[in-house]
């Protein structure tokens, strides 16, 4: 049904401000006019704004503003990338029910959204505030045939994927602060998380959370994070419409993920430096051996950090808390 449904919508939106009858779309389709009628039906409840004129047939007039799992399927242009979409106006995490899906064997690219997290969450098992609509709150399943060390690679990919996306929609130039933020005007705009399962030599499967900062108005964040987080709307003065951003999103994440399991990292690392935060600058590492100042000079093959001290010598940082 639900592709029938896809394929309705798909049909609808060609027709291009003409009517496309009941028997047409049920020839189309394969099914019976009763299905069509159905079919209409549902949409209409989904928020579709849908014409029909007797002797004339159907007229798609306008697509709801609000995120579904048709809405957000038609004209997707990826081939795996969230073809496969579970959606819920309300989860918890999105990240948790990832997790289940993989471990239920749910295909590579699937994607899970919501409007609203109630315990989203961040590296290190952090608080990600989400318990607010107007965001993209969404993780992504993948079964990438890579060793398991080189998943943080994919953090990055990630972070590039988002950073481009808004650049080609919204031609705003974004930055990405190591490891895994998107930053804007010094404030943060977008985290990303990758947690996986894997063996000694293989991942069974790897879940990346993205959460963005999208329509919300500040006043939402709490008052500590107020001065530190930016909204595009904030930025814009303007709603940005969510399903043609998760699909740019989409559609440049499949584009460079199969071009890095083709070509390897080099390229995203290229594209990752040329957008990091803050490089060249002095910054303040708190690792668990010592304290210290060193210049940001970019970051590794394995994606790990690259510093010079103040020796002058080059360090490679895999984990440390940094005073940006």
Known sequence: MKK???????????????????????????????????????????????????????????????????????????????QNIIYRPVLSSTQDMAHELARSGCEAGTLVIADKQTSGRGRLNREWESNHSGGIWMSLVLRPEIAPNNAPQLTLLSAV?????????????????????IFLHNKKLAGILTEMQAEVDKINYLVIGIGIN??????????????????????????IDRKTFIHC??????????????????????????????????????????NFKAIFEGIEHDGSLLVENSNGDIEKIYSAEIDW
């Open 249 to 290: 999103i989409l559609e440049e994440f499949e584009l460079l993920y199969n071009d890095y399991l083709e070509n390897g990292f080099k390229p995203i690392q290229k594209s990752w430096v040329d957008k990091a935060y803050k490089i060249g600058e002095e910054i303040s590492l708190k690792t668990p051996k010592k």
């Open 4 to 82: 029938n449904k896809e394929r309705l919508i798909s049909l609808l939106a060609s027709s291009k401000n003409a009517y496309i009858s009941g028997e047409n779309l049920s020839e189309e389709l394969q099914v019976t006019r009763t299905s069509i009628w159905k079919y209409i039906k549902e949409l209409k409840e989904e928020g579709y704004e849908i014409e029909a004129i007797r002797k004339k047939g159907y007229m798609l007039k306008q697509i709801p503003l609000h995120l579904s799992e048709s809405v957000l399927k038609w004209d997707l242009k990826t081939a795996f990338i969230g």
């Open 214 to 239: 999208v329509n919300q108005q500040i006043e939402v964040f709490g008052e500590e994070l107020q001065s530190k987080v930016i909204s595009l709307k904030e930025l814009l003065d303007q709603e």
């Open 161 to 181: 994927a988002v950073s481009n996306a808004i650049e080609k929609l919204l031609a705003i130039d974004v930055q990405i602060k190591w490891p895994n933020d």
